[in-house]
């Protein structure tokens, strides 16, 4: 299926991603790396097709969560046809970040 929505990571996701790849590797197989970033993969395939498949985060109305694992959180923000990846929260940082 096509989606008429189109991807947009922001720096802090990008480098939220970094440490978050850097942090596994350091602590897990390649293997189980492999297998995060393809359920990270399919998780924005799904955001992709369907925006709004995901609740909103109750922190902003306008943002919404996607839990891509019990560590890994993922916010995102859809604005007419573009969906930016805001932010890649995992539960080993600090919750104050997130304010």
Do not use: C, G
């Not at 990571?9 to 790396?33: F, G, H, P």
Request: hydrophobic residues 35%.
């Amino acid at each position: 299926m096509d989606s008429n929505y189109k991807l947009f990571w922001t720096k802090e996701a990008l480098q939220n991603l970094d440490e978050t790849i850097l942090y596994l590797q350091s602590r897990w197989t390649d293997r189980e790396v492999d297998l995060f970033k393809k359920k990270l993969s399919h998780l924005l395939s799904l955001i992709e097709l369907n925006p709004k498949l995901f609740p909103t985060s109750t922190l902003l109305s306008e943002v919404r969560k996607s839990v891509l694992t019990k560590q890994t959180s993922i916010f995102y923000k859809v604005d007419n046809q573009k969906i930016y990846i805001l932010y890649l929260f995992n539960t080993y940082q600090n919750t104050t970040k997130l304010k």
